[in-house]
């Protein structure tokens, strides 16, 4: 079977008609072959500027978070002393009948 193959590839290879059509089967499969790396170039360079752009876009973002968290800490640090003097315990008002019994005890 083998003699058979190698006297039929043969006779492919020595004819006129063979040869172009071997000829161009190489050329459409070359150019196939290169098409389809550039198809992949191309998609794997448009995933990439897509990755790329979602990492500016979430750099972006997470600089904006932090710029407003620090404008909004600036604006309450002016605001501090009176705040502050809101979270301490405020004195009640004392009456005359309680002020006899909280003497000593000021807050």
Known sequence: MNAWVAAGA????MS???RSFIRRVAVYGVANVMNAGETFTSAAT?????????ASS?????GDLVGEARQARHSTDGKSAPSAAKSQPR????????KSARAGTAK
């Open 46 to 54: 448009e995933v990439a500027h897509g990755a790329e752009r979602v």
């Open 10 to 13: 043969t006779a492919v290879l």
């Open 91 to 98: 004195a009640r008002p004392r009456s005359s009948g309680a």
């Open 16 to 18: 006129e008609r063979g």
């Open 58 to 62: 979430a750099g972006d973002l997470a």
